[in-house]
């Protein structure tokens, strides 16, 4: 059964502090990861990756794969208030391509 | 449509009702996925849509849930017999292309209250 664990569960920081947000995983057919952004009811996409120590990069946030140690990093620096959120990573794997996803990581950002 | 659009946007229904959960998907966008996600809890797997492939119905919880896509576009949630542990948001989401190679959107949900 494919398995995708994200780490810590949640988290507190303040502003202008940089975190880091993991996500292992054990999945037959990988095909790609992606982190998703989660502040309300609708996941917003953040990045795929599909292939491993090419970094993804959007502004503050920023992300790197490992297939062969089978974890991603979320980096996200200078954080702000707005950054408080759930992330969510998921696999897409299999012959049927569904999504598989972590329970995600809880982000405060406090002043 | 410029986006994944879900109707209603909340339902409140008495236990031992059926309910239909709309789910408009991004024009052109092949593959069609449901998840529940139940308060606190992760996104959980119901059925996903790709083109005209059977359907991967493998998460429906039981069989008082059931999902239709007509024409390749349109998809309706259906649970019958609601239960209150049905409780939940429902999220659809919709993709281009087959093969896991391109990222999946999201709707803004149905929040489901069973009462």
């Known amino acids: 059964e494919d398995k995708v664990v994200q780490s810590p569960l949640s988290l507190v920081v303040h502003e202008g502090d940089t975190v880091t947000l993991n996500c292992s995983y054990e999945v037959t057919n990988f095909r790609s990861l992606l982190w998703y952004k989660q502040e309300k009811k609708a996941p917003t996409f953040l990045f795929m990756l599909t292939s491993s120590g090419i970094e993804k990069k959007s502004g503050r946030l920023s992300s790197i794969l490992d297939k062969k140690e089978l974890f991603s990093i979320l980096n996200i620096t200078a954080t702000q208030t707005g950054d408080s959120a759930v992330y969510l990573c998921?696999?897409?794997?299999?012959?049927?391509?569904?999504?598989?996803f972590g329970t995600g990581t809880r982000l405060q950002v406090t002043l | 449509g410029a986006g994944v659009s879900q109707s209603p946007s909340n339902k409140v229904t008495e236990k031992g009702k059926d309910v239909e959960l709309r789910c408009d998907p991004i024009?052109?966008?092949?593959?069609l996925y449901w998840y529940r996600q139940s308060l606190g809890q992760g996104l959980e797997f119901l059925i996903y849509?790709?083109?005209?492939?059977?359907?991967?119905k493998s998460g429906l919880p039981s069989d008082r849930f059931s999902a239709e896509r007509t024409g390749g576009s349109v998809s309706t949630l259906t649970i019958q017999r609601t239960q209150q542990e049905d409780s939940a948001v429902y999220l659809c989401a919709s993709s281009f292309g087959f093969g896991g190679w391109t990222e999946a959107f999201f709707g803004q949900g149905t929040r489901l209250t069973v009462v």
């Open positions: 024009s052109g966008h092949t593959a």
């Open positions: 998921a696999l897409n794997t299999g012959t049927a391509s569904k999504l598989t």
């Open positions: 849509f790709q083109g005209n492939s059977a359907p991967d």
